[in-house]
């Protein structure tokens, strides 16, 4: 039994642990973290599956397993087409809730499907950590894009190879490539990479590079080795520069490039060739014959076949590590997309896919095992590339790594290391990237400011800028000269056209020996012989390469010699000479031209004037057409001009205002045109009352004074400096003007400029830009440019004919120079004197015209007609809206706001206005006067019974004062009313008191009134029996008072 016993105990034990334990499996259960699965896919090649270590993408997802339970599953593809691919995303993606992915595209098979994976993951809003080499990310717009790249891209490959060219300062480089490669991704980023460095560097002007051009071969795939050799040694021969020496090539096509280049004559010690990892492919320790030998290959892998397995696995682990960074940011937040491929459910984006995308893009880690570092366009910052060369090992060439780019750390900045080169050839020191460094022979002219020459120092040496310069000898100017050889000293030279050489020289490499030209002019064309002189005829017989100096452009001169684009524009202009005059008699009136004064003392002041008198005739509160008597409203004509001119003057004098609203507003708007007048009058006065400097304000070419100098007293004296481009276009357009002014033309422009000081001529005609200067730079600054400029054209570098390949390279860099500014630069240093600056900062005192006081003409308009519109409300509200007002108006409120319109609506105005009715409008028939005295004798009637019961009232009141406190009369009765007094008050002593009775009580004598209503007359109050007779019908009896009726002529 006790066996029996102990065997149920055990077994009851037994079955309670394993109930616990299976509840403690359903709470771990319970409690178990999201899921969160991240897919990996990539080709079905057992060396790059291998390659990928399981176990680390583990331990780098460790940092989450509280929060969530993750898991890294690898997907294989197969035969990488989209059915294999849609299989992937519906069976494994969608139903695993899968919320991001990794893809390799690392075969030419994964090629083709990364294109289709990486749509589909877009469209579905899925971030996608992809690692394609031949991704040009940096390129295309962020925006809308979930992908970030793990690879070197071409954007990086194209980072290295300038870095690398920058390092031994090669500058010049051409671009080769094919049609069928992603050419143009590869030649945009180069073309960003250098308007990015030249852009920093457009001030110190080092490592500035140029594309010298961008070659594009194009076959066809059908075509066979021999054809398609044959092609592109056509192709190089006619497409490559001449003087290119550096060339990037970005082609599958590269073997067969290089072959035909290497028969062209481009594969030598002076050529260097760089080579993309698309060019080498996976690169073998034997290098094909057909890479020369120095030939750099930049590539993200190595001949090493481990090496590529490291990088598929280093960009995995960072891909990984990128998704556990922005899970960690969730802090145990779920994203999880809720995809499904059946068709019945409409497909929609996920929307949270770019919130867990901008979290991977800024997730950064630059202190772990696994660096991760993305730029703003979602390139990864820990890249490495490969620096390749193809070197000579017995008698193979072979591919050896020489150096690397990769990312620093920690600030994962780019850094190149580079040992052991080959370069072409077998040479020990690389080549120079451009061709020998050539010599020309250069002829120049001195003008200011472009050329000019100066002595050498007392080392016999040029300050900087200046350079070296053969000039004519002149004993008279040179002296005993020991540097005399073949009939040139050696002296200096500086100015614009020498600082613009001097960047010619530097950016194209040359050396040149600059000399002036014997005769010393620019060159003309003679018009017996046809031959040329100046510059034009040395350029033409071959005794100098080039001419730079102030040389315009011309059509003749463009038949004769070649030019480049111009570096600097210009055109004829004249030049006066100022002069310090007296004050002017009428300085007080020059602040306006006449005809802004006439229309404004004339026009303006009387046309304000007849307006307002107009519209205060016109309107009810003004004189109402007349209806207002003048002694009440005196305004008229003559007053309205007074108070125009009073208001303009701001005199302080007694003017009539006028009462009309439509009048009044109108006297507010000339009040604004007077202020404004006086302002600007005020302001303009100052310059004109102190020394007026006089001057030819020539209007140009066509003014009457050059054209018709003999009509100017005395005549009109002008010059321009022999066998220049002005004298040219004058002799062509203008013969007469060129004739006449033969007389006083000079051979330099100092010589012309000192003519015009000593007045002896009065106008100087030249170049545009050399004016200029000779302004800026002027003692007294009294030289001035008057009139606009004619003839534009441009200054430039002249070549003899045929030689165009120099002259490309010129227009080239002078369109650089004009994009980067520094022509710009250079005109402004040069040309930009203080007296030109004071002058055009003086040239805005003018005097003001009629065009300046447009606005206040509009304003003065617009015045007459927002017054005829016053006026016409005017005339409303008293035709029809004072009625209705005046049932609201019970307290007066309207006199508030105007006093005009609060009378308008009181009693008194309406019997005014009766009276003037009356006055106005007289009956013109006896039936009208008859019912006329009819109702003023009833009037008259119902006024005397009125002021009976008014006199009975007050006497019947003070009689019940009286005899209520007869003792208290004078301290308690009520006062007498106005206008009565005690009758009997100086009849009685003054002690008499008891006569005080109501019926001594009479109204007191008035007075005569103003004669502006009617004449009072004194009169006792009448009797009863007096109010019955008619013979005083003519008396008006009103609160006490008598009226006697008068007639219309004694008012």
Same mark, same amino acid.
């Given at each position: 039994?006790?066996?029996?016993?102990?065997?149920?105990?055990? #077994?009851?034990?037994?079955?309670?642990? *394993?109930?616990? /334990? %299976?509840?403690?499996?359903?709470?771990?259960?319970? @409690?178990? $973290? =999201?899921?969160?699965?991240?897919?990996?896919?990539?080709?079905?090649?057992?060396?790059?599956?291998?390659?990928?270590?399981?176990?680390?993408?583990?331990?780098?997802?460790?940092?989450?397993?509280?929060?969530?339970?993750?898991?890294?599953?690898?997907?294989?593809?197969?035969?990488?087409?989209?059915?294999?691919?849609?299989?992937?995303?519906?069976?494994?993606?969608?139903?695993?809730?899968?919320?991001?992915?990794?893809?390799?595209?690392?075969?030419?098979?994964?090629?083709?499907?990364?294109?289709?994976?990486?749509?589909?993951?877009?469209?579905?809003?899925?971030?996608? #950590?992809?690692?394609?080499?031949?991704? *040009?990310?940096? /390129? %295309?717009?962020?925006?809308?894009?979930?992908?970030? @790249?793990? $690879? =070197?891209?071409?954007?990086?490959?194209?980072?290295?190879?300038?870095?690398?060219?920058?390092?031994?300062?090669?500058?010049?480089?051409?671009?080769?490539?094919?049609?069928?490669?992603?050419?143009?991704?590869?030649?945009?980023?180069?073309?960003?990479?250098?308007?990015?460095?030249?852009?920093?560097?457009?001030?110190?002007?080092?490592?500035?590079?140029?594309?010298?051009?961008?070659?594009?071969?194009?076959?066809?795939?059908?075509?066979?080795?021999?054809?398609?050799?044959?092609?592109?040694?056509?192709?190089?021969?006619?497409?490559?520069?001449?003087?290119?020496?550096?060339?990037?090539?970005?082609?599958?096509?590269?073997?067969? /490039?290089?072959?035909?280049?290497?028969?062209?004559?481009?594969?030598?010690?002076?050529?260097?060739?760089?080579?993309?990892?698309?060019?080498?492919?996976?690169?073998?320790?034997?290098?094909?014959?057909?890479?020369?030998?120095?030939?750099?290959?930049?590539?993200?892998?190595?001949?090493?076949?481990?090496?590529?397995?490291?990088?598929?696995?280093?960009?995995?682990?960072?891909?990984?590590?990128?998704?556990?960074?922005?899970?960690?940011?969730?802090?145990?937040?779920?994203?999880?997309?809720?995809?499904?491929?059946?068709?019945?459910?409409?497909?929609?984006?996920?929307?949270?896919?770019?919130?867990?995308?901008?979290?991977?893009?800024?997730?950064?880690?630059?202190?772990?095992?696994?660096?991760?570092?993305?730029?703003?366009?979602?390139?990864?910052?820990?890249?490495?590339?490969?620096?390749?060369?193809?070197?000579?090992?017995?008698?193979?060439?072979?591919?050896?790594?020489?150096?690397?780019?990769?990312?620093?750390?920690?600030?994962?900045?780019?850094?190149?290391?580079?040992?052991?080169?080959?370069?072409?050839?077998?040479?020990?020191?690389?080549?120079?990237?451009?061709?020998?460094?050539?010599?020309?022979?250069?002829?120049?002219?001195?003008?200011?400011?472009?050329?000019?020459?100066?002595?050498?120092?007392?080392?016999?040496?040029?300050?900087?800028?200046?350079?070296?310069?053969?000039?004519?000898?002149?004993?008279?100017?040179?002296?005993?000269?020991?540097?005399?050889?073949?009939?040139?000293?050696?002296?200096?030279?500086?100015?614009?056209?020498?600082?613009?050489?001097?960047?010619?020289?530097?950016?194209?490499?040359?050396?040149?020996?600059?000399?002036?030209?014997?005769?010393?002019?620019?060159?003309?064309?003679?018009?017996?012989?046809?031959?040329?002189?100046?510059?034009?005829?040395?350029?033409?017989?071959?005794?100098?390469?080039?001419?730079?100096?102030?040389?315009?452009?011309?059509?003749?001169?463009?038949?004769?010699?070649?030019?480049?684009?111009?570096?600097?524009?210009?055109?004829?202009?004249?030049?006066?000479?100022?002069?310090?005059?007296?004050?002017?008699?009428?300085?007080?009136?020059?602040?306006?031209?006449?005809?802004?004064?006439?229309?404004?003392?004339?026009?303006?002041?009387?046309?304000?004037?007849?307006?307002?008198?107009?519209?205060?005739?016109?309107?009810?509160?003004?004189?109402?057409?007349?209806?207002?008597?003048?002694?009440?409203?005196?305004?008229?004509?003559?007053?309205?001009?007074?108070?125009?001119?009073?208001?303009?003057?701001?005199?302080?004098?007694?003017?009539?205002?006028?009462?009309?609203?439509?009048?009044?507003?109108?006297?507010?708007?000339?009040?604004?045109?007077?202020?404004?007048?006086?302002?600007?009058?005020?302001?303009?006065?100052?310059?004109?009352?102190?020394?007026?400097?006089?001057?030819?304000?020539?209007?140009?070419?066509?003014?009457?004074?050059?054209?018709?100098?003999?009509?100017?007293?005395?005549?009109?004296?002008?010059?321009?400096?022999?066998?220049?481009?002005?004298?040219?276009?004058?002799?062509?357009?203008?013969?007469?003007?060129?004739?006449?002014?033969?007389?006083?033309?000079?051979?330099?422009?100092?010589?012309?400029?000192?003519?015009?000081?000593?007045?002896?001529?009065?106008?100087?005609?030249?170049?545009?830009?050399?004016?200029?200067?000779?302004?800026?730079?002027?003692?007294?600054?009294?030289?001035?440019?008057?009139?606009?400029?004619?003839?534009?054209?441009?200054?430039?570098?002249?070549?003899?004919?045929?030689?165009?390949?120099?002259?490309?390279?010129?227009?080239?860099?002078?369109?650089?120079?004009?994009?980067?500014?520094?022509?710009?630069?250079?005109?402004?240093?040069?040309?930009?004197?203080?007296?030109?600056?004071?002058?055009?900062?003086?040239?805005?005192?003018?005097?003001?015209?009629?065009?300046?006081?447009?606005?206040?003409?509009?304003?003065?308009?617009?015045?007459?007609?927002?017054?005829?519109?016053?006026?016409?409300?005017?005339?409303?509200?008293?035709?029809?809206?004072?009625?209705?007002?005046?049932?609201?108006?019970?307290?007066?409120?309207?006199?508030?706001?105007?006093?005009?319109?609060?009378?308008?609506?009181?009693?008194?105005?309406?019997?005014?206005?009766?009276?003037?009715?009356?006055?106005?409008?007289?009956?013109?028939?006896?039936?009208?006067?008859?019912?006329?005295?009819?109702?003023?004798?009833?009037?008259?009637?119902?006024?005397?019974?009125?002021?009976?019961?008014?006199?009975?009232?007050?006497?019947?009141?003070?009689?019940?004062?009286?005899?209520?406190?007869?003792?208290?009369?004078?301290?308690?009765?009520?006062?007498?009313?106005?206008?009565?007094?005690?009758?009997?008050?100086?009849?009685?002593?003054?002690?008499?008191?008891?006569?005080?009775?109501?019926?001594?009580?009479?109204?007191?004598?008035?007075?005569?009134?103003?004669?502006?209503?009617?004449?009072?007359?004194?009169?006792?109050?009448?009797?009863?029996?007096?109010?019955?007779?008619?013979?005083?019908?003519?008396?008006?009896?009103?609160?006490?008072?008598?009226?006697?009726?008068?007639?219309?002529?004694?008012?």
């Amino acid at each position: 039994m006790e066996k029996v016993s102990s065997k149920c105990v055990a #077994l009851k034990s037994g079955i309670f642990f *394993v109930i616990i /334990l %299976e509840f403690l499996i359903l709470f771990v259960n319970c @409690q178990r $973290a =999201p899921r969160a699965e991240l897919d990996i896919i990539l080709p079905d090649v057992d060396k790059v599956v291998n390659a990928i270590n399981t176990r680390n993408l583990f331990n780098i997802m460790r940092s989450i397993r509280r929060m969530y339970s993750p898991f890294p599953r690898i997907i294989k593809l197969e035969n990488s087409n989209p059915n294999e691919i849609l299989d992937i995303f519906c069976e494994t993606v969608f139903k695993k809730n899968v919320n991001a992915l990794i893809h390799l595209s690392v075969t030419r098979k994964a090629e083709k499907s990364k294109d289709y994976i990486l749509g589909l993951a877009t469209s579905l809003g899925l971030p996608v #950590l992809s690692f394609d080499p031949d991704y *040009v990310g940096a /390129l %295309e717009n962020p925006q809308n894009r979930m992908v970030l @790249q793990l $690879a =070197p891209t071409l954007y990086h490959q194209a980072q290295a190879m300038l870095k690398f060219m920058m390092t031994f300062n090669w500058t010049h480089f051409t671009v080769v490539s094919t049609t069928e490669d992603n050419n143009f991704d590869f030649t945009a980023a180069l073309r960003t990479l250098v308007k990015k460095n030249n852009d920093v560097n457009i001030l110190s002007g080092q490592f500035r590079f140029k594309i010298m051009k961008e070659i594009i071969f194009e076959y066809d795939d059908k075509d066979s080795y021999d054809v398609m050799t044959k092609k592109a040694v056509h192709f190089f021969r006619t497409q490559n520069p001449k003087d290119s020496r550096i060339f990037l090539l970005h082609s599958s096509q590269a073997k067969t /490039l290089l072959d035909a280049a290497a028969e062209a004559g481009l594969i030598t010690y002076k050529y260097l060739w760089i080579v993309t990892s698309q060019s080498i492919g996976i690169p073998t320790k034997r290098a094909s014959r057909s890479y020369p030998l120095g030939t750099i290959g930049v590539s993200y892998v190595t001949t090493d076949s481990n090496y590529a397995d490291s990088v598929y696995n280093k960009a995995v682990e960072v891909g990984v590590a990128t998704w556990v960074g922005a899970m960690e940011k969730l802090r145990g937040r779920v994203l999880q997309p809720d995809f499904t491929c059946n068709t019945s459910v409409p497909a929609s984006s996920w929307g949270a896919g770019h919130e867990l995308y901008s979290l991977m893009k800024n997730y950064e880690n630059t202190r772990g095992a696994t660096l991760v570092s993305y730029d703003e366009n979602g390139l990864s910052r820990n890249v490495e590339l490969n620096i390749l060369n193809v070197q000579l090992e017995g008698y193979s060439n072979v591919w050896r790594e020489i150096g690397r780019w990769y990312a620093d750390k920690p600030t994962l900045k780019p850094k190149l290391e580079l040992n052991g080169i080959t370069w072409p050839g077998d040479r020990k020191i690389p080549p120079r990237g451009r061709p020998e460094r050539r010599y020309f022979s250069i002829a120049t002219l001195e003008e200011e400011p472009y050329v000019m020459y100066t002595k050498k120092n007392e080392k016999g040496t040029c300050n900087p800028p200046a350079v070296p310069c053969r000039i004519h000898y002149n004993r008279t100017v040179h002296g005993d000269d020991p540097s005399v050889v073949n009939g040139t000293v050696q002296w200096c030279c500086a100015g614009l056209s020498i600082d613009l050489l001097e960047i010619f020289r530097t950016r194209l490499e040359f050396d040149y020996d600059l000399f002036e030209v014997p005769d010393r002019t620019c060159g003309v064309k003679n018009q017996e012989t046809g031959q040329w002189n100046g510059l034009i005829r040395i350029i033409q017989e071959g005794g100098a390469d080039m001419a730079l100096t102030s040389l315009q452009i011309t059509p003749s001169r463009s038949e004769a010699v070649e030019f480049t684009v111009p570096y600097l524009e210009t055109g004829t202009s004249i030049i006066v000479y100022l002069r310090n005059d007296t004050i002017s008699a009428y300085a007080i009136l020059e602040p306006y031209d006449y005809g802004a004064w006439c229309l404004i003392l004339f026009i303006s002041v009387h046309s304000m004037g007849a307006s307002i008198f107009i519209f205060e005739w016109l309107s009810p509160e003004g004189l109402d057409q007349g209806r207002t008597p003048m002694r009440e409203h005196s305004f008229s004509l003559f007053r309205s001009f007074w108070l125009m001119w009073a208001m303009l003057f701001g005199a302080a004098v007694s003017a009539d205002n006028p009462r009309g609203v439509s009048a009044r507003f109108m006297g507010n708007v000339w009040a604004l045109f007077a202020l404004v007048f006086l302002a600007s009058y005020t302001a303009n006065l100052a310059a004109f009352m102190i020394t007026k400097n006089t001057f030819y304000d020539l209007e140009g070419i066509t003014d009457w004074r050059l054209n018709s100098p003999l009509k100017h007293q005395p005549p009109f004296k002008f010059g321009t400096v022999f066998n220049s481009s002005t004298e040219e276009n004058l002799r062509v357009n203008h013969p007469a003007m060129f004739k006449y002014m033969q007389q006083f033309n000079t051979h330099t422009v100092k010589e012309a400029i000192d003519k015009l000081t000593k007045s002896d001529i009065q106008a100087f005609m030249y170049d545009f830009t050399p004016l200029q200067y000779q302004v800026g730079i002027d003692k007294n600054c009294r030289l001035m440019l008057v009139g606009k400029p004619y003839a534009m054209s441009g200054y430039a570098v002249a070549f003899p004919k045929g030689q165009t390949e120099l002259k490309e390279e010129l227009d080239e860099l002078i369109l650089e120079l004009q994009d980067d500014g520094e022509l710009e630069r250079l005109r402004k240093y040069w040309l930009s004197g203080p007296c030109y600056s004071k002058q055009r900062i003086g040239q805005s005192s003018q005097r003001l015209r009629v065009l300046n006081f447009t606005s206040a003409f509009i304003l003065l308009s617009s015045g007459i007609v927002l017054g005829g519109l016053l006026l016409v409300m005017e005339h409303l509200y008293f035709r029809f809206g004072r009625k209705y007002l005046k049932k609201y108006d019970k307290c007066g409120c309207c006199a508030l706001v105007s006093l005009s319109m609060g009378k308008s609506l009181t009693f008194e105005q309406t019997i005014m206005e009766a009276i003037d009715l009356k006055k106005k409008h007289k009956c013109k028939n006896p039936i009208c006067e008859t019912q006329l005295w009819k109702v003023r004798h009833e009037l008259d009637i119902a006024l005397l019974k009125v002021e009976k019961l008014t006199k009975e009232l007050r006497r019947e009141r003070n009689l019940h004062a009286l005899t209520s406190s007869r003792d208290d009369t004078v301290d308690t009765s009520e006062p007498l009313p106005i206008g009565w007094k005690d009758s009997e008050e100086n009849d009685k002593p003054p002690d008499s008191s008891e006569n005080t009775g109501a019926e001594n009580l009479k109204p007191e004598n008035n007075i005569r009134r103003s004669p502006s209503y009617t004449q009072a007359v004194t009169s006792d109050p009448p009797d009863d029996d007096e109010v019955k007779q008619p013979e005083r019908s003519d008396l008006r009896y009103r609160d006490g008072k008598v009226y006697q009726k008068v007639d219309d002529g004694e008012v």
